[in-house]
């Protein structure tokens, strides 16, 4: 199987920053698009940042021109760089991407992996 763990939240006052990392680990063939996922209290989970293999990168609205994310093929991992924070940024933030994986029979394509979450509080 494969891991997603995520790192690097916390809690922080408006206006500062915060950089989320997660790395893939495990029975990887081949990891396909990375992104970052958000589910605020009483709100549905959506997505953040999403980033293709070949570093193409899509982003909400909301966090467009504060958030950066990228991704470093080699190690299997993605970052989001968070800048300007504001209060309603709070959320777990997780970690997702596809791909395949070595089994004993072969690879298996199509695969969906998720991180367990990171919690990010900005306070006002």
């Known amino acids: 199987q494969v891991q997603l763990m995520e790192s690097g939240g916390g809690s922080v006052q408006a206006g500062g920053s915060l950089r989320l990392s997660c790395a893939a680990s495990?029975?990887?063939?081949?990891?396909?698009?990375m992104g970052w996922y958000r589910h605020a209290p009483g709100k549905h989970r959506e997505l953040v940042a999403l980033?293709?293999?070949?570093?193409?990168?899509t982003y909400t609205d909301s966090v467009e021109g504060r958030f950066t994310i990228a991704r470093d093929n080699a190690k299997n991992t993605v970052f989001l760089q968070m800048n300007r924070l504001k209060p309603e940024d709070t959320a777990v933030y997780f970690c997702?991407?596809?791909?395949?994986?070595?089994?004993?029979?072969?690879?298996?394509?199509?695969?969906?992996?998720w991180g367990k979450g990171t919690l990010v509080t900005v306070s006002s």
């Open positions: 997702n991407s596809d791909g395949s994986i070595v089994t004993g029979t072969g690879i298996q394509y199509g695969m969906d992996f």
């Open positions: 495990g029975n990887i063939f081949s990891i396909g698009h």
């Open positions: 980033i293709t293999s070949g570093g193409r990168t």
